[in-house]
Nanobody, 115 residues
Framework: QVQLVESGGGLVQAGGSLRLSCAASESIFSFNIMGWYRQPPGKQREWVAIITSGGSTNYADSVKGRFTISRDHAKNTVSLQMNSLKPEDTGVYYC?????????WGQGTQVTVSS
């Protein structure tokens, strides 16, 4: 059972930056995919960014060029650097891990971008 704990959310003005981190309870070497999703107010959860076990990354068009996903094997973390934030980036951000057995989700961290 993998446990994921997100941190780094908060309130920021438009144009600002935040860095989210997700700490896993075990080595991330065994994870096929690590990613970030978000759920804007009143909307469904949506995919933001992923990083594969091979290091390949992919981003939703809405965040491409502004967000960067990375991982740290020594710390068993995956991070999301968010720059040039916009009010439409507001939402609860969730860490996600895909293993050969199942999907795991963190509890979420709130990001609020004021205009």
């Amino acid at each position: 059972q993998v446990q994921l704990v997100e941190s780094g959310g908060g309130l920021v003005q438009a144009g600002g930056s935040l860095r989210l981190s997700c700490a896993a309870s075990e080595s991330i070497f065994s994870f096929n995919i690590m990613g970030w999703y978000r759920q804007p107010p009143g909307k469904q959860r949506e995919w933001v960014a992923i990083i594969t076990s091979g290091g390949s990354t992919n981003y939703a068009d809405s965040v491409k060029g502004r967000f960067t996903i990375s991982r740290d094997h020594a710390k068993n973390t995956v991070s999301l650097q968010m720059n040039s934030l916009k009010p439409e980036d507001t939402g609860v951000y969730y860490c996600n891990v895909v293993t050969t057995l199942r999907n795991y989700w963190g509890q979420g961290t709130q990001v609020t971008v004021s205009s």
